[in-house]
């Protein structure tokens, strides 16, 4: 059965390069995947050749521990080995048929990447972005083609996530919508088709969990309580360790979208970005499970303090 809003699965574009921009965590998550489920050459790029090294190295880690987990044989771990690598001369996109970015999480950041991105493909290149929570069709406002640009948003962690919101705007055509359609299926995700607002589907509501976490948290109630008080109801991770997860940054980077797009109902906590800026601002039990705030947090921020 066709997904809601999914055009005829017959208008899917073939993917047989993938170019990823930027090569952060989250970047390379997913350029794994391409490599390991489309099979096909994937390219990732970043500023300078030591953030893209990093990124190769994280990947090469990864692949190292598929392997030694029995997840992909040796045969399979060396192809995927081969299908990845990384530049910093972006005319190796020339040939990419779908080019993705995953850079910071700043409006005009990501349009200069398209902006540099677009003479390089061919026109009928995807251009695909995985902001978090920023407008889609903002980031794509000066591309040539519109037509091409679609929203293609995963989910930490990527290998275990069964999700990718699919973000249509209005110029998005329904090629370029069969093809995310398409690309979501072979990566193994359930895609579901979003409009273009802050926040999508998920983080709007995930955002509100954080946040309200953040508040109680500013209210002086403990960490451990908060953190602890929705394992019965069934949710994998509290809310802090689902913040420590996506990283500190990202959560008050979208907490910002959704307060600044609906002000009315959403909290601005004033010591999310405040940990955002300390290293380790949790303390972790042996299995990972966030405890309570380090001594550096406590130091720091003014919690209980806050009404
Ligand atoms: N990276 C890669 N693989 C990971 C991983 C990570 N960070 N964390 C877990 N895994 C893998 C493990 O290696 C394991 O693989 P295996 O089966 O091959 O051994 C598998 O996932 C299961 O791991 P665990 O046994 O540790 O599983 P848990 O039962 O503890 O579940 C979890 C871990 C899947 C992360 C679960 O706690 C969960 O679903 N948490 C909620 C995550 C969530 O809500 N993510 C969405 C965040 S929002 C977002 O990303 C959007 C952004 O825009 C902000």
Not at 175 to 184: I, K, P, R
Not at 253 to 273: I, W
Request: glycine share 6%.
């Amino acid at each position: 059965k066709r997904p809601a809003g999914a055009p005829p699965k017959e208008l899917a574009k073939k993917v047989q390069k993938v170019g990823v921009i930027g090569a952060g965590l989250m970047a390379g998550q997913f350029a794994l995947l391409f490599a390991r489920k489309l099979r096909v050459p994937v390219v990732i790029t970043d500023l300078d050749q030591s953030r893209v090294d990093k990124g190769l190295a994280y990947i090469n880690g990864e692949i190292d521990k598929l392997e030694q987990k029995g997840r992909l044989g040796a045969d399979d771990a060396n192809q995927v080995r081969a299908l990845v690598s990384g530049t910093t001369d972006k005319s190796l996109f020339a040939d990419c048929d779908w080019v993705i970015e995953a850079v910071f999480e700043e409006l005009s950041v990501k349009q200069q990447v398209f902006a540099e991105i677009e003479p390089i493909i061919a026109e009928t290149a995807v251009i695909a972005t995985n902001t978090s929570s920023l407008s889609v069709e903002e980031i794509g406002a000066n591309l040539a083609h519109p037509e091409r640009l679609v929203g293609f948003h995963f989910f930490n962690p990527v290998a275990v996530m069964p999700l990718v919101e699919v973000v249509k705007v209005p110029s998005t055509d329904d090629e370029t919508l069969a093809t995310a359609m398409a690309v979501a299926k072979k990566l193994g995700k359930s895609a579901v088709i979003t409009a273009d607002r802050p926040g999508f589907v998920v983080n709007r509501l995930l955002a509100k969990v954080m946040g309200e976490a953040a508040r109680a948290l500013d209210e002086g109630t403990p960490l451990p309580v908060v953190e602890r008080a929705l394992a019965p109801i069934g949710l994998p991770m509290g809310p802090f360790e689902l913040i420590d997860l996506v990283g500190w940054k990202v959560a008050a980077h979208v907490q910002d979208t959704m307060v600044a797009a609906f002000p009315e109902r959403f909290y601005a906590s004033p010591n999310l970005h405040a940990m955002a800026d300390i290293e380790d601002p949790l303390v972790k039990n042996k299995f990972g499970k966030v405890e309570d705030l380090s001594r550096a947090a406590k130091k720091q921020l003014s919690f209980g303090k806050t009404a």
